[in-house]
T-cell receptor, first 113, second 114 residues
Framework: QQQVKQSPQSLIVQKGGISIINCAYE??????FPWYQQFPGKGPALLIA?????SEKKEGRFTISFNKSAKQFSLHIMDSQPGDSATYFC????????????FGQGTTLQVKP | NAGVTQTPKFRILKIGQSMTLQCAQD?????MYWYRQDPGMGLKLIYY???????DKGEVPNGYNVSRSTTEDFPLRLELAAPSQTSVYFC?????????????FGPGTRLTVT
């Protein structure tokens, strides 16, 4: 119930294409859903996040779509660029006093020029 | 601000050796976390702390210990290193427990146990 399942494990997209990464969860106590971006040799960094009472959030070329009834959310990267090549993690935050995050397994995205 | 710093960047340990991974933050964050990252497994929480003197176990605490004597520092201790502890370790911190409070990650320590 504490798991967040992420797919696909890896993704190759042509420059200018749309990258889509999906996540699913079981625990209804999750109340915040951030996405982190990690470049090789670096720590993860927050990319974009969404609350469960919102169905979509857009920041530039990055959009989160959230389906509360299906317990699924996805990251869409529009007009994908080679500089977007990185590993992406979805996560879920538990409604508690600890701020703990549960991470998905990660998706390695390669954008080909 | 330096943010979250971790030392060392790389380390090779022999089975049975011990070591301490250092983590420090200069953002006056109360909340600090240790994760390990393994290929295809995402990040797993090892230990966390909600303030100086307060620590608790995460998902995968076995083989590790932590302490939090100051707000700034949150070292992770490995006793009797095992090959299963080969991983990349990340320290993170956040200002509050609020759901929108961002976790800031350090650059990581790559540990190999042979």
């Amino acid at each position: 119930q504490q798991q967040v399942k992420q797919s696909p494990q890896s993704l190759i997209v042509q420059k200018g294409g749309i990258s889509i990464i999906n996540c699913a969860y079981e625990n209804t106590a999750f109340d915040y859903f951030p996405w982190y971006q990690q470049f090789p040799g670096k720590g993860p960094a927050l990319l974009i996040a969404i609350r469960p009472d919102v169905s979509e959030k857009k920041e530039g070329r990055f959009t989160i779509s959230f389906n509360k009834s299906a317990k699924q959310f996805s990251l869409h990267i529009m007009d994908s660029q080679p500089g977007d090549s990185a590993t992406y993690f979805c996560a879920a935050k538990i409604s508690s006093n600890t701020g703990k995050l549960i991470f998905g397994q990660g998706t390695t995205l390669q954008v080909k020029p | 601000n330096a943010g979250v710093t971790q030392t060392p960047k790389f380390r090779i340990l022999k089975i049975g050796q011990s070591m301490t991974l250092q983590c420090a933050q200069d953002m006056n964050h109360n909340y600090m976390y240790w994760y390990r990252q393994d290929p295809g497994m995402g990040l797993k929480l090892i230990y966390y702390s909600v303030g100086a003197g307060i620590t608790d176990k995460g998902e995968v605490p076995n083989g590790y210990n932590v302490s939090r004597s100051t707000t700034e520092d949150f070292p992770l201790r490995l006793e009797l290193a095992a090959p299963s502890q080969t991983s990349v370790y990340f320290c993170a911190s956040s200002y509050s427990r609020d759901r929108t409070s961002e976790q800031y990650f350090g650059p990581g320590t790559r540990l190999t146990v042979t």
